[in-house]
Nanobody
Framework: QVQLVESGGGLVQAGGSLRLSCAAS????????MGWFRQAPGKKREFVAA????????NSADSVKGRFTISRDNAKNTVYLQMNSLKPEDTAVYYC??????????????????WGQGTQVTVSS
């Protein structure tokens, strides 16, 4: 089993920044593709960004390109999401996810096997 715990969410004004962290435990973190998804009230969960085990490949949604950056530290079993230039439409619960089957960071929710409990990000206008 794999346990994922997100942190770093909170309330921020539009234009501000936050860094989310996701700490993994239970299995070999360095072999997983890691991803971030988000779900706004009344909407489906959507892909935000993902990163391969070696950090060589990343994938991100068009809506966050140029503003959000995903990274990982395998020595710390942690994946990060640096969020800059935040907008009110970024308000959502952000979830960390792990894929232990694939090598390339997928945008597909069903590709991920393990999920964290989520952390709330609220951006005020």
């Amino acid at each position: 089993q794999v346990q994922l715990v997100e942190s770093g969410g909170g309330l921020v004004q539009a234009g501000g920044s936050l860094r989310l962290s996701c700490a993994a435990s239970g299995r070999t973190f360095s072999s997983f593709v890691m991803g971030w998804f988000r779900q706004a009230p009344g909407k489906k969960r959507e892909f935000v960004a993902a990163i391969s085990w070696s950090s060589e490949a990343t994938n991100s949604a068009d809506s966050v390109k140029g503003r959000f950056t995903i990274s990982r530290d395998n020595a710390k079993n942690t994946v990060y999401l640096q969020m800059n230039s935040l907008k009110p439409e970024d308000t959502a619960v952000y979830y960390c996810a792990a894929d232990d089957d694939r090598k390339y960071p997928s945008r597909v929710e069903g590709a991920y096997d393990y999920w964290g409990q989520g952390t709330q990000v609220t951006v005020s206008s």
